[in-house]
């Protein structure tokens, strides 16, 4: 177990269960401590990994079994809490999204850098298996020039979400607050989708425009935003997201290409292509199944990231490329309060 990375989790409710689960199932890291300002809560997940539980961040940053944390809070708390543990030597695996701002997540980079640890972003769904079957599809030239990208996702969240999150473990009100989760939909759930995206394909994006409105939801954040993106290539990005969508029934993500498309949704990956590649025939609906026995994408980010560590090596979602998902964000809701598209890079 010692030659295990410890982490301390700061932060420890829902999402804190599903990381430290991954942790228990990685094959290089362990729990050592576990930190939230409700110490009821940080006990509870201590006891499922027999670690050390404390509602005070000195304590767990001074523990040296603690080589780095993950930092599950409300997004607004990402920034200085990553700060701190970076000043206090301690490698960071944050929630997604990286932080609220650009520049909260400039400040995060930079105090990473200099204080020469790792800064990772927990965005786990580049991992999955039908992300990397679109890369390598794209790598190979099967769908020739990609001509667009669309999002779908359509979800009904129910009205104790908002102040609990889907199970309740934790009673709050940041997710309604603007200022504590810097947006609704967009940023708490589709900076997978934009983050998965991008791993794939590279964008670089031109301009944005985007509508979005608060229909159904007692909060200050949106349940409905709809985007445009124009990149350098002419290829064009497009998105439909809800929280508030009667029935859901989310269509996925949708890759275009010149010679085929790929469908993204869940473990699988659907490719239908002009042309036959390899053993997918042309003309036809192709379902590429995840192989049984694949790691969670979860398990294969905390291992990952404590691979870097321990080499020295790239952590699988650097604060960099977390910045390019929260840029493509930040856009959307800039240029819907700016009234037309906005030019990349975004200014805020």
Known sequence: ??????????????????????????????????????????????????????DDLETLLADDDVKAVVISTPHYLHAP??????????????????????AQADEMIGAAEAAGVKLGVLLPSRLGFGPEKARELLAAGALGKVLAVKFHAMARKPDHYWHGGYTGRNKNDWRISLEKSGGGYLIMNMVHDIDTLVSIIDPRPQRIYA?????????????????????????????????????????????????????????????????????????????????????????????????????????????????????????????MKAGGPLEFPIKE
């Open 1 to 54: 177990m010692s030659d295990r990375l410890g982490f301390g989790m700061i932060g420890c409710g829902e999402i804190a269960v599903h990381t430290s689960k991954a942790v228990l199932e990685s094959q290089g890291c362990r729990v050592v401590h576990c930190m939230d300002t409700a110490g009821d809560l940080a006990g509870d997940l201590a006891a499922k990994h027999d670690a050390r539980s404390t």
């Open 81 to 102: 809490l990553s700060i701190r543990a970076a000043e206090a030597g301690k490698h960071v695996l944050v929630e997604k999204p990286i932080a609220c701002t650009l």
């Open 211 to 335: 509508e979005y409105a608060t229909f159904l939801t007692e909060a200050e954040v949106e349940d409905y935003l709809t985007f445009v993106m124009r990149l350098e290539d002419g290829a064009i990005w497009s998105l439909d997201g809800s929280s508030a969508a009667a029935g859901g029934e989310s269509h996925g993500d949708r890759i275009y290409g010149e010679k085929g498309q790929i469908a993204l949704g869940g473990p699988d990956c659907r490719v239908h292509l002009t042309e036959a590649h390899d053993d997918i025939k042309a003309d036809e609906w192709v379902s590429l199944p995840q192989p049984e026995g694949r790691p969670g994408s979860r398990t294969l980010m905390v291992d990952g990231f404590a691979d870097a560590v321990r080499s020295g090596g790239e952590v699988p979602v650097p604060g960099a490329e977390g910045r390019r998902s929260l840029e493509i964000i930040r856009g959307a809701y800039l240029s």
